[in-house]
């Protein structure tokens, strides 16, 4: 079993910044893919980034590339997403997820450990 905590969420304006915590306890943190993903009010869970076990691959939607930065400190079992000029569409609840795994490229890879989700408000 894996958990994870989430935090660092709340209300910034359009063009501010934040940044994602999520940390991580139970089994060996570097065997894991970490995530991040968002669900807006009536859509559908969308993936935001990924990142592997070592740190030395990342993944990012479309949607965010070259805006949000993931990284992770595996000493400290934690995954953070740096967000930078944030847009109102980007309001939504942030949730971390692990994959057991060690490339965010690799086929079939399924995200088992979920966290509870922070919100992250945008205004305009």
């Known amino acids: 079993q894996v958990q994870l905590v989430e935090s660092g969420g709340g209300l910034v304006q359009a063009g501010g910044s934040l940044r994602l915590s999520c940390a991580a306890s139970g089994r060996t943190f570097t065997s894991y893919v970490m995530g991040w993903f968002r669900q807006a009010p009536g859509k559908d869970r969308e993936f935001v980034a990924s990142?592997?076990?070592?740190?030395?691959?990342?993944k990012n939607a479309d949607s965010v590339k070259g805006r949000f930065t993931i990284s992770r400190d595996n000493p400290k079992n934690t995954v953070y997403l740096r967000m930078n000029s944030l847009k109102p569409e980007d309001t939504a609840v942030y949730y971390c997820?692990?994959?057991?795994?060690?490339?965010?490229?690799?086929?079939?890879?399924?995200?088992?450990?979920w966290g509870q989700g922070t919100q992250v408000t945008v205004s305009s």
């Open positions: 990142i592997s076990w070592s740190g030395s691959a990342t």
């Open positions: 997820a692990a994959a057991r795994g060690s490339s965010p490229y690799q086929p079939n890879l399924n995200y088992d450990y």
